[in-house]
């Protein structure tokens, strides 16, 4: 017994208000360190025992707040900076609509980083062993009894003292704890043994929802979302004898708003019905300049010189500010791009004919700055 | 630990008598202004005398509302000062009064009561069936008899029960509690509709009876917290509440406080995200001009102060900061009306004068007056009730 390091001294009690009333008489002896094992939470506890406020509402204030600022920090990036689409009419920044995430995110992170401090702070996780496990007094209060230890390294504690005192309160089986002789401090939640059962759960629980809801309950019609009965772009349809599953507009029809191209292989004609129906501004320019460099710079060039960014593997084309495409009509250039020439392929399915006709506006921009007159330089 | 001893013993204290000198002063000083307010102008004293009807009722019925709650919950904590919220429930006992003045200046609040208005508007003449004058009458004279009747009914048995100490009328209050309830639910919802949300005809709002219903028990809970903590001061309960009564109050206020934020919010966010020019109307007047500030201010008001003034642990147990809390509260409540209501009498901008301050101040009075009538040769506490006791030493 010698060498037993005493942990304290437990007593118990048989009624709630007798508990009460120990706790408070240890409290005014000048106890510090002991503590009160109830099979429930005893009403006025805290009071007899003198406790101070709980600390675990600043964690829950700072955590729930970290949570509200970081959640409405996430939406403003993604819906305001990093992917901002319009939503249902919505400004970007729809402060309405983020307060319900705040709100949730604040209770989350507040209940979480409770709970985890408390485990990790007040518990002192990993550490799952106490003395008073596994005693035939933690078997009592933990069903029908209420006990209260006075623990050996208080200021005020002797054994003698804390057993008269004990007695004195009206205690019954007063017995000395002893921490347990071997490795104590060594009985940690992380031992081998308790991880591998975690592990091996967590993949029996996985393995069981993988099979549960990809084999057993996977039946029509509540199958994913992602297979339905519909057809796909690109993808095969065996009810059409070819096995395609788009298929070109029914013969005689044409899709709304779509005007069918009446020049087609007639460039003469073209060149001299077809007018221009914009007007050079700012707004038909830059859209001319936004199509011509996507579609037309990477053969003719950003300024029509026909400086290819192909590196041969395309034939270059000829500059578009020789003297005869100077004297070209916009309708002939018109003709050009929606039916192609030569080499050059037909971009009327890229390109709406008032993105066409802008586009020869800023080609016309870029012959008019290559070969400027004397006006235009005063 | 200061146990109340089982023989407790009560002996009657009358209130304060400056209580009741206060209420007759402030109400006739009240009632003169307000005379003068409807010959000056009509319009708007009808819809301050609107006002003040809506507060007097959120106090009366809404502490009916805690007293049967407190039956129905069988809530132990409350039991010792139920009394007072009994006494704040005779609030409807002067409504129809109050409501009397309104009544007759239907033509200056109520858009629908205008038959030239309904014809030719389509929503109006669908509403008509619902919406007229006759109706109207039914409804409002009924919501104020299910109160009154109510309110006689729990009332005589928790004041029998002073003397014959009988447990059953405990039983037979929780019995009528339950039977009160539904009704409860039913007539200030639609009391809330027909004085309130028919201000303006055309919008609606399934979730308005809520928002109504949120702010009555904040602010009878609020009168009642206030009441309590003085008389408590003043030595009047012949026992001195524990921290944990003062707990139970301050975490009822709060949750409410969230409660009515959390409704108010919803039914904003709701119109604002489906955006129908029907319902959208409805916050674009009150998100113009002067009314911009009010609508903001009402957040902070209402909302933002009370929950941090209320939030911590600490603050909820202190009489001090609960006092001060639930009368700002039941400013919140005015407030909250006066948002409600007047922006329908001034759509350009806000109204505020001599009259705003006349209507509550002749409300107040009466609130007074009738509370102190009421606990004239009155108990304080409930002494028959079996709860007593275990209300007096009520832990946490």
Sequence with gaps: MADKVLYGYTGIFDTPDDIIHAAEKVADEGYEKYDVNTPYPVHGMDDAMKLPPSKLGYAALVFGLSGTVSALAIMYFMSVIDYAIIIGGKPFFAFPAFVPIMFEVTVLAASIATVVTMIAIFFKFPNISHPLHNTDYMKKVSSDKYGICLQADDKKFTEEEAKSFLEKLGAKDITAIYYPEENFEKQTVLEPKFISILVLTAIIVSGA?????????????????????????????????????????????????????????????????????????????????????????????????????????????????????????????????????????????????????????????????????????? | MSAVESNFEYTRKDLPGNWSKLGIGLTVVGLLLVVVAFFVDNTRAAFNNLIALM?????????????????????????PYRRIMEFLAATVLILPLVALPVYFNLHDLFHWTHEEAVQGDYILEAKVGYLNIPFFT?????????????????????????????????????????????????????????????????????????YYFSGTVLAALAAGTYVIIVLNEKGYFQFKLLKDHFYSLGALLFAFINFWAYIAFSQFMLIWYANLPEETFWYLNKWEGSWLFVSVGLIFVHFVIPYFGL???????????????????????????????M??????????????????????????????????????????????????????
């Excluded at chain 1, 007639?266 to 936004?290: F, H, R």
């Excluded at chain 2, 509302?65 to 129905?72: C, D, S, T």
């Excluded at chain 2, 539904?182 to 055309?202: G, K, Q």
């Excluded at chain 2, 709860?387 to 030493?393: A, E, P, Q, V």
């Design chain 2, 138 to 210: 039914i409804r409002v004279a009924a919501f104020f008899a299910v109160w009154i009747v109510f309110f006689f009914l729990l009332i005589r048995n928790s004041r029998k029960q002073d003397d014959s100490k009988d447990q059953s009328l405990t039983t037979k209050n929780i019995r009528l509690s339950a039977i009160f309830m539904p009704f409860f639910a039913i007539t200030l919802t639609f009391a809330s509709i027909d004085w309130m949300m028919s201000l303006e005809p055309h919008w609606f709002s399934t979730i308005f009876g809520v």
């Design chain 2, 55 to 79: 507060f007097l009722s959120s106090i009366g019925v809404g502490a009916l509302f805690i007293v049967a709650l407190e039956y129905l919950a069988g809530a132990v904590w409350s039991t």
């Design chain 2, 343 to 396: 922006p329908t009498y001034s759509a350009d901008g806000i109204a505020f004068g001599w009259m705003e301050l006349a209507f509550p101040i002749a409300g107040l009075g009466l609130l007074i007056l009738v509370f102190s009538l009421r606990a004239k040769n009155q108990n304080l506490l409930p002494i028959g009730d079996p709860k007593l006791k275990r209300g007096l030493n009520f832990r946490l």
């Design chain 1, 209 to 378: 929802t993988y099979f549960s809801l990809n084999k057993l309950m996977f039946m029509v019609p509540f199958n994913w979302m992602m297979y339905q009965d519909k057809q796909v772009p690109q993808e095969s349809n065996p009810l059409f004898a070819d096995g395609f599953g788009m298929r070109p507009p029914v013969e005689g029809t044409i899709s709304r708003g779509n005007v069918p191209y009446q020049f087609k292989g007639q460039p003469e004609l073209a060149g001299k019905l077809l007018k221009n129906p914009l007007v050079p501004d700012s707004t038909t320019l830059a859209l001319g300049k936004d199509k011509y460099d996507i579609y037309c710079s990477p053969c003719h060039g950003y300024f029509g010189e026909g400086d290819s960014r192909l590196n041969g593997q395309f034939p270059n084309p000829p500059s578009l500010h020789s003297e005869k495409n100077r004297n070209w009509s916009d309708g002939s250039i018109y003709h050009v791009i929606t039916d192609g020439q030569n080499i050059m392929p037909s971009y009327a399915t890229q390109m709406t004919r008032q993105e066409r006709w802008a586009t020869v506006l800023y080609v016309r921009a870029l012959q008019r700055s290559f070969n400027a007159k004397e006006s235009d330089l005063q």
């Design chain 2, 311 to 341: 939030l911590s642990q600490p603050s909820k147990m202190n009489p001090k900061n609960l006092k001060f809390m639930s009368l700002w509260i039941l400013f919140a409540h005015l407030y909250d009306l006066y948002w409600l209501i």
